[in-house]
């Protein structure tokens, strides 16, 4: 009965999460969820476009300057990022690690914790398996999210995918963590029973 008065409680409990989708040379989206168990909604999405002439520099610091704004305004639990996917070429990697690189300090700065997840992770997280394509996601997306159409630019799309990803990984882990403790607690019980046992018996 405990456990599930828990259960309740996390469910009911509001969890706001920013999701960022950094981008070396395209777009940087990002996006604003909440969930209060039963339903998610939007709060903000969209995609930060720079000029092509714009230095890396001025990318990092522009990048910095959005979410920690978005941080400040929606105050979110969370901060979720993809992790950068070996596919890419060293080049391209090192960049985007770096612009991941002030998505965290924004977040360290506003001592919000923040998440990585890998594209297979968001993928299976969304649409149910790794290997899911970008429309069957952009499709989840919107239905996860009960929007009329499909979120635009796609990056910002990709930036919810990667906020429910982390909704759903920390719903689960609020369902198993009463479970998973009431059975590290009888466990222990038993254990501690069967040393008085012996005790005795010697």
């Known amino acids: 009965m405990f456990s599930h008065m828990e259960n309740s409680v996390a469910q009911r409990r509001k969890l706001r999460v920013l999701g960022v989708d950094p981008a070396v040379t395209g777009a940087t989206g990002y996006g604003v969820i909440e969930c209060d168990g039963s339903s998610t909604r939007p709060m903000r999405f969209g995609a ?28 979110p639990d969370a901060v979720a990022v993809e992790s950068v996917f070996t596919a890419l070429n060293m080049r391209t990697a090192l960049r985007l690690a770096e612009m991941r690189g002030v998505v965290l300090l924004a977040a360290a700065q506003a001592q919000i914790p923040a998440h990585s997840y890998s594209p297979r992770e968001i993928k299976a997280s969304v649409a149910g398996f790794g290997g899911a394509s970008k429309q069957q996601i952009q499709q989840m997306v919107r239905s996860l999210l009960a929007l009329p159409e499909i979120p635009e630019p796609t990056d910002a799309s990709d930036a919810l995918a990667v906020a429910l990803c982390h909704a759903h990984t920390s719903r689960a882990r609020e369902r198993f963590a009463p479970t998973i403790k009431h059975r590290s607690g009888t466990a222990g019980g038993s254990t501690h029973l069967a040393r008085v046992q012996t005790t005795r018996e010697r």
Do not use: C, M, Y
């Open 48 to 75: 930060l476009k720079l000029p092509r002439r714009a230095t890396f520099a001025v990318r990092l610091r522009e990048i910095h300057f959005l979410v920690s704004g978005l941080v400040d305004q929606f105050q």
